[in-house]
């Protein structure tokens, strides 16, 4: 049966990626992704390849032209399983079509980083998402959030305050992974916070108990 590769390409540079994701995607015939996961690989001269763009249901008339007779790889940030294109293409392909190669998530980076675990903290994510997602779990004592570029740290902060979360310090994991990664540190209890209007993204935010 054909199948399509879903890999898990950790959190953008390949000193993340695992062997087997390396081995799909130099062996791919035809690479579907968004620009950031490409870049590297068609700078490395791969033949054929799709930026995803919206609306996102075209990427499946690009999977279903080409997977019977070619190796389709899509490239996904951090690990397939964790709000990624994943769930979506699941609607449209029998799961035996669909090959999972996972790759290291964007939070469990930003945890190592902060020697911390994460099996205790709730993750949520506000990429694309509305801001009232955070409501229910306000005074959660270890927080990690996806975010993007219109709820960015500064955004999330004062929606944080304003609903009443006074404590607690929020470590901002800016371009993990890259060289130019960078955490900055504020606590919330502080009276002028001091985040640049805008961080660097991709943005991992983990916001803990002090
Ligand atoms: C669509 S979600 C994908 C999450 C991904 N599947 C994972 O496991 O990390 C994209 C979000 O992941 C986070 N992210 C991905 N790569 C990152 C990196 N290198 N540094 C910081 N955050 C990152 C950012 O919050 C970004 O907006």
Redesign the pocket.
Known sequence: MAFVTIV?T????QQYLIPEARQAIENADVLIGGE?NLIPWIEQGQKKFYVIKTPVIEVVDRIKEHYQQEKVVIL?????????ILSFLTKYFDKKELKVIP????????FARLSLAWHDAVLL????RYLNILDNHLHEPKLA????FNNDPLTICQYLITKGRKHGLVYI??????PE?KIITINLREEKLLIPEKVA?????VIIDE
Do not use: W
């Open positions: 898990g950790g959190p953008g540079t950031r996904v940030s951090g690990d397939p399983g964790f709000y990624s790759g290291i998530s964007s939070i469990q980076i930003a994510n506000l990429h694309g959030l996806l975010t993007d994991c800016s371009k993990l992974g890259y990664e993204s991709p943005v991992v935010m």
